[in-house]
C-alpha cells in the first residue's frame, strides 16, 4: 500500500477484513503436528479425553460442603420468616458462613462459581460475590454489590467527569449508591413475583417470599478491614428490611475473622464454619477418577507423575493446576506421538489399528518396546513382521488386547497393594519389602480385615479375576476356621513368657544377652503355629499376585502409545525458570531468535547477535565492578568485527556516536534486567548484580 | 414513672405512649422535650447527645419523632459514603424526591443550602424540622466544614430546622481547630443494673408469665453484669438461654415459682456461655445446637480461636520462615546465620548495645525481596531452582495477610515486606518442616 502525498504524515492502514481467517481448534492442533494424517482422529480423541477431564472432575468437587452451604442458606431464611420469639430475638444477627477452602488459592474460584451457580438455581436469584481487589473502599464495595445485584449501571460521586457525564445521560440521575436503593429495589422485585396474575417459574421461588440476598466474600483475608466494618454495619442497618446473607472465603484460619473485626461489629454477626475437603483429599479424588482407572485410557509415566505430584506438594497446593498440567500433557502427547490414535477404547483402538497407514506401521517397528518384542520372536516371525503390514497389524491387535488387559489387572492389585503397604511400585523397592516383612508380623485380627477388604476391592473392580478372588476368600475361610488351633498355640506362647519371668530374677548383663540369644534360637526352631503357616501362606499368595501384575508399564509392548513420558517438556511448560531463561535468551540468542547466523559453538556468542547479549557476554568476563570505558572499547572491538571492517584499517574498533549510543542502551537494558547497577565506590564504573564467569 | 413527659405543646395521648417505650429515659427525653419546645417555636440550632453503645440515644429520639409526628430525617453517618448521600437523604425526607434530585451531581455544601432554601421557601417549615445524625464521630473525617455548618444550618438557611447529633464521643473530641457553633450537649448515662432488670424483663416470652422471666432476668444479670453492661448483649444473652432455663419447667420436675432450682441448673450453663457466645468464638446458631446435644458431645465444638494451624505448601513455608528471619533478625548478622565460614565474629561487636531490646517487642522490620530469597536458599535444604512459582508463592503469601508489602504496589522493582506471623505461628510452620527457627533467631541467640 502507497500513499501518494507530499507532506509528511501518519497514515493509518486498517488491515482488509478477507485476510482475517478464525481457524478453528481442529485445524490449530494439526498445524504444527507430527505426521499430519491421522491429526483429525487423534484431535477428535483428545477433545473426548479433555471434556471427560472436565466433567469428571467438576461434579463431585466439593459436593457435600456446597450441599451443607445450600442447607444452611435455606434454613436461615426459613428461620426468618418464622415469628416465634427466638428468632424474632436474634434477627439482628445477619447469618453468616465463613468457608474454609485451605490456601490453594487458585481453586476457589471453581469452588465459589458452583457455589453461586447453585445458589442461584436453588436458593435465590440474588447472588452476588466480591473480590477484595475491587473494593478498595466502601464506594466501591457497594458500588460492585449493587451493580451486580440489580444489574444496572450505579453512579459513583467522584468518578472522572467523562464517565460521569456518560453515565448520567445513560441514567437520567439513576440509582444512588446505597443500601437504601437496593432495599427499594428488593422490595419491588419480591412484590412484582408476588402479584398473582404471573406465573412464578421455578418452584423452589414459590415456597419463599423472600428469597436471602447472599453476598459472597471471596478472599476475606484481602479485604481492607475497615472497609469490612463499615459495610457489615451498614448492612444490620437494613437487616429488617432486606434479608442478607454473608458468605467468607477464608484462605488461612477462622481467626482471621477475629483478628479482622472488632466485638462490636462481629457481634453483628451469625457465624457458622464449613470445612472444606483438604485439598489433599481432594487431589486423592481426582487421581481415582483420572488416573488410578484402566477406563482412562490416557496414562502418565511415573516421570511426568513426580513431576506433577512434586508441583503440587512444594509448590502450590492447587488441585486446578494439577488437572491443567494433565491437560497439557494429555495434548502434548496427541499432539507428538502419532500412534496415539491407538489411545483410545479398546473397541476403537482395534479398528484404528487396521486404519493404520503405511508410515504410521513403520513407526510401531521403530517403538523400542516393539523392538523389544521382535528380538524375543524366532527368526522367522521377525522377518514376517518387518515385513507383513497385515500380519504386523493382525499382532498389533492382540498386544492392544493384552495392554488393556494388563491395565484391567493392574490396577485392582494396586490398590490392593496400596491398602496394605502403601507403597505402590515394584517389588523390588525397600518400602515394599519392609511392609511385607511388617505383614509377616501382623496379629490375625488386623490381617484378616486387611485381606477382606482387599476381597472386595476385587469383587467390586473386576469380574475376570474370580480366580483370585475365590482364592482370596478361602483363605480368609482359613484363618476363620482357625480359632480353635489358635488357642493351642497361645498355650505354647505361654512357654516362652516363663523364660521371661526368670529373667527378672538375674541381674547380670551378660546372662540376660545370652538368654535372650537362647530365646530367639528357640523361637525361630520352634514348630510354626497353624497360624503362622497360614499366614505365610497368604502373604505368598499376596506376593505371587503382585509379581504377577504389577510389573511396570514399560515392560509392556507398545506402552508408549498410551502413557507420556517427555517430563522436561511438561516441566518446561508449568514450572517457569525466567531468570534461566533470561540468561539463555543472551547467552544463546539462537535459542530463541532461530537465525542461523547466531549459530555459534558452546560458551561463544557470535558477534552478529544483539548488542545486549554482546554486553552480557563481555560482561561476565569482568569482576566485581566493570569499567565501563573498558567495556565500550571491548564492546566497539567486537561490533567492528561484525560490521566486516579490515583490522588493520584505523576505524576498526573506534568508537563513533551511533555505537557508543547501542552500547548505552544495551548497558542500560542490563541495568534493567538487574545485571548491573551503579555505584558510587568508584567513578565510571558499574557493580555487577550476579556471580560467576564464562 | 409513666406520665412523667408532660408538655404543653404536644397532645397528651401521644406523650402516653412515648413513654411507654421510654423505659428509664424518662428524665433524659422529658429534657430533650422542654428543649425542643413546642412544635411551631424555634429550638436551639444544634444538640450534641453523647453516652455509650446502647444507652438509648437512637431509640429515645426514634420514639419521639415518630410518636409526635415530627417532620424529621434520620442519616446514618457510616452510611454516607459521601456528602451527596447525606444531602439527599435530607431533602429527600423533607421535601420529596423533587427535591434530592434536583441537586447537582457532586454537591458542595452551598448547593445544599441553595437548594433546602429554595425549597423551604416554599414550603415553610410549620413545626421544627429535626435532621439526626447517627454516628456523628465520622463527620470529623468529612469535609471540614461540614460539621461547622450542620451546628449552624439554621441560620444558613433560614428555617426551623435543628441538627441532633448523636455520638459515642464527648464533645472535645470533636471540636474544630477553627472554632464553631458550640451545641448544647447532653449526656445519656449508662443504665444501672436496675433500669437494665426492668429493660430486659420488658422483652418476656409470651407463653410464660412475666415474674418467670424477670426472675430469669435477674438470674442473668447475676452472671454477666460484672463484665458486660451493654444492653444490646445481654439481651442476645438472655434470648439465648431462655430455652436451658425454662427446660426445667416445660418437662415438669419443676415449678415456675422455684427460683432457686432453677437457678441452680442454669448457672453452669450460662458461665459456660460466657467463654463462648459472649466472646463470639461461637454463633448463636451453633450455641442452640449445642444446647440440643448431649452434655458430652459439646467438647467437639470448638471456637473461632482454635483453629489457627494452616496447611501450606512446602517451599512456602520455608519461604515464610525466611521472611520471618529477615524480619525478626538484622541485616548485618546474616552473615552469621547463614554462612558457613563466616570467620570469627567478636562477641562484643556481634552484640550491639543498643540493640538489647528485643526485636519481638519492636515488631517486624521490613526487608527487600533480595534478602528474603538468599535467606531462603540458604535454609532450605534441597537445591531449589529459582522458578516462577516461587515468586508467586510469595505474592499469594501476601494475599493471605501472612506477609505485608511494605512498599507501594506500583514499585516492582525492590520490593519490601514484612512477616505478619507470630512467633508461636511460625515455630508450628517451622517444626513440621524440622527446622529449629529458634537456633536462627538473634533474640535468643542473646540468652545463652
Known sequence: MSTSSVSKGCFVFKPSAKKKKTLDLGSYFSRGCESSESSDTRFRLCHDLWDRIKTDTEDELNRKILDSLLEFTRKCSLTRQHSDWMSQMRCSEIPTAALMLGVNIPDHDMTFQSLSDQLQQSVTPHVVSVQAKECAALKHLMKKVLERLTDTVVALDD????????????????????????????????????????????????????????????????????????????????????????????????????????????????????????????????????????????????????????????????????????????????????????????????????????????????????????????????????????????????????????????????????????????????????????????????????????????????????????????????????????????????????PVKNLQKKTDLFQLQKTLLEMNESRRSKKLSPFETLRNEALDFIETLVKSHLPPPESQTLWEVCYYSSSATVRRHLNATPRTSIQAALSNPFCYLQNDSLKAEDGTVSNAAPDICITYKLHLECGRLINLYDWLEAYATVVSAAEGIDPDSDSFGKVDEVKHARFIRAVSELEFLGFVKSTKQKTDHVARLTWGGC | MTGSLQHLGYDEEKLQRASQQLPCREVQAGMLLSLMGQPQQYCYPSVFIYGHGASGKSHVLNVLMKELELPHATVSCVECVSVSLLFEQVLLSFFGCDAASSLPRTPSLSDFVRVYRQQSSQSPAKQTRYIIMEKAELLRDAEANLLPALLRLQELVEDNVTVILLSEIVWDQFRPNTGCFEPLLLHFPDYSKGELQQILSHDAHPSYSAEFYSSYINILLGVFYSVCRDLRELRHLAALNFSKFCEPVTTGKVKETETHKLWKNIEPHLKKAMQTVYLREVSSLQWEQMQQMEETETGAMRGLSAHTHVELPYYSKFLLIAAYLASYNPARTDKRFFLKHHGKIRKTNFLKKNEKTSNHLLGPKPFSLDRMLAIFYSVVDSRVAPTASIFSQISSLVTLQLLAQVSHDDQLDGPKYKCAVSLDFIRAISKTVNFDIVRYLYDFLLQF
Not at chain 1, 441 to 455: F, S
Request: aromatic letters at 8%; a neutral charge.
Open chain 1, 159 to 498: 468518578e472522572d467527569e467523562e464517565a460521569a457525564e456518560q453515565s448520567a445521560a445513560s441514567l437520567q440521575k439513576g440509582v444512588h449508591c446505597s443500601l437504601s436503593a437496593l432495599c427499594d429495589w428488593y422490595s419491588s422485585k419480591t412484590k412484582k413475583s408476588n402479584t398473582p396474575g404471573k406465573k412464578r417459574s421455578s418452584s423452589a421461588m414459590e415456597e419463599q417470599q423472600q428469597p436471602p440476598v447472599v453476598v459472597i466474600f471471596k478472599d476475606l483475608e484481602a479485604f481492607n478491614p475497615k472497609v469490612l466494618q463499615d459495610f457489615i454495619l451498614i448492612c444490620s442497618r437494613y437487616i429488617e428490611r432486606l434479608p442478607l446473607m454473608f458468605i467468607f472465603g477464608i484462605a488461612t484460619s477462622p481467626s482471621t475473622i477475629q483478628h479482622m473485626l472488632p466485638h462490636s461489629v462481629s457481634s453483628l454477626l451469625c457465624i457458622e464454619l464449613f470445612q472444606s475437603l483438604s485439598c489433599t483429599q481432594h487431589l486423592a479424588t481426582v487421581m481415582d477418577k483420572l488416573v488410578l482407572t484402566s477406563h482412562f485410557p490416557f496414562k502418565l509415566s511415573g516421570k511426568v507423575m513426580q513431576v506433577l505430584m512434586s508441583i503440587f506438594l512444594y509448590h502450590d497446593f492447587s488441585v486446578r493446576n494439577f488437572i491443567k498440567g494433565l491437560q497439557l500433557a494429555l495434548l502434548e502427547h496427541f499432539h507428538s506421538q502419532p500412534l496415539s490414535v491407538l489411545c483410545c477404547k479398546k473397541k476403537e483402538a482395534l479398528l484404528n489399528v487396521m486404519q493404520l497407514s503405511d508410515s504410521n506401521v513403520e513407526r510401531i517397528r521403530q517403538l523400542p518396546s516393539f523392538k523389544r518384542f521382535i528380538e524375543k520372536q524366532e527368526k522367522e516371525e521377525q522377518v514376517h513382521l518387518m515385513t507383513d503390514d497385515a500380519y504386523l497389524k493382525e499382532i498389533c491387535c492382540r498386544l492392544i488386547k493384552d495392554l488393556h488387559k494388563y491395565h484391567k489387572n493392574y490396577y485392582p492389585i494396586l490398590r490392593e497393594l496400596h491398602l496394605i503397604c502403601l507403597e505402590n511400585n515394584v517389588w523390588e523397592t525397600e518400602d515394599y519389602q519392609s511392609a511385607m516383612k511388617l505383614l509377616r508380623m501382623l496379629a490375625k485380627d488386623e490381617l484378616i480385615t486387611l485381606l477382606q477388604r482387599c476381597a472386595e476391592i476385587l469383587h467390586v473392580k473386576s469380574k475376570k479375576m474370580k480366580k483370585t478372588l475365590v482364592q482370596m476368600e478361602e483363605l480368609l475361610a482359613k484363618f476363620k476356621q482357625l480359632d480353635p488351633a489358635s488357642e493351642m498355640g497361645s498355650s505354647a506362647e505361654d512357654c516362652i513368657i516363663s
